[in-house]
């Protein structure tokens, strides 16, 4: 690929995974951090003249994967403010872009949501991403939209729900929750990069499309069951005030990505924790 890549918001979770899966393929790159210092910026996708002069001096450049404005203080204005440059700077240099949504622009779902269903979102990070996902389709540029599901890791070291589950079981510490009945979608990081480099080895051919990456649709109370039943004991579950904001259902169809990358070989949550606690006891 010599260097056609440029990876926006490399020193986040999602960044710094897939950097090290090219890496591990010898796949070179160009990165928005310092690769020895994760706080020190290279490209600031705020700063538009800077961005451009990124392009101008690497002119290779056909692909830049957009995996900012996740979380963090500034997470609204690198959203807007940050997909508003790339996308002029696609336009100028005619360079895709692959932009990475949310599952979760969704909102409350009772069946399984497809690429076309109709979106309404929740939260206020699931509306920032409807909105940025809009500024793409009107722009007219050369961009794939990925809906992303919750990620996690073989380790389950990722913040989050299967962490914090996973801690209660091991340290025996009570789990907090404000509804266990509620079903989110989860794939393993490894699936997503191994995906991810897919589409991105074949980006025509996913041109101006719209692609959710999940797996399994799983309810919280499901996931504590796995934890029981390997883990072989019961932790005390604490019921916290409903936030009306979280307590949705969100369910994601993933056949799409299954037909077009012929993607099968997915992991499952059940041996991932199996295969932790086998390497803990």
């Not at 299967?162 to 404000?178: E, G, H, M, P, T």
């Not at 932790?235 to 005030?241: E, F, L, S, T």
């Amino acid at each position: 690929m010599n260097r056609r890549i440029l990876i926006i918001g490399s020193s986040g979770y999602i960044g710094q995974n897939f950097v090290y899966y090219l890496k591990k393929k010898k796949i070179p790159f160009f990165s928005s951090h310092n690769k020895f210092d994760k706080f020190k910026k290279n490209i600031d996708v705020l700063n538009f003249k800077q961005l451009e002069g990124f392009i101008k001096k690497n002119r290779g450049i056909k692909i830049i994967l957009n995996f900012s404005g996740q979380k963090g203080k500034f997470y609204k204005k690198i959203s807007h403010k940050g997909n508003q440059n790339l996308i002029l700077i696609a336009k100028k240099y005619k360079i895709q872009i692959i932009f990475l949504s949310s599952v979760l622009v969704y909102g409350s779902r009772k069946n399984q949501a497809k690429e076309n269903s109709m979106l309404k979102p929740i939260t206020e990070y699931s509306k920032i991403k409807y909105q940025v996902e809009k500024m793409y389709i009107k722009s007219k540029i050369n961009f794939i939209i990925i809906r992303l599901a919750n990620l996690y890791d073989n380790s389950l070291k990722k913040e989050g729900l299967l962490r914090n589950l996973y801690n209660s079981f091991i340290y025996n510490k009570d789990f907090q929750c404000s509804n266990i009945n509620i079903t989110r979608n989860f794939i393993c990081v490894n699936d997503f990069n191994k995906i991810l480099y897919k589409i991105m080895t074949n980006n025509e051919k996913f041109k101006n499309q719209i692609l959710n990456i999940s797996n399994e649709n799983l309810k919280i109370i499901q996931i504590i069951k796995f934890f029981q039943k390997i883990y072989n004991k019961n932790i005390n579950v604490i019921h916290q005030k409903n936030n009306n904001h979280e307590n949705f259902d969100n369910i994601i169809n993933n056949f799409k990505l299954i037909k077009l990358l012929k993607y099968k070989k997915f992991t499952k949550l059940k041996d991932v924790i199996r295969n932790n606690k086998n390497e803990h006891f």
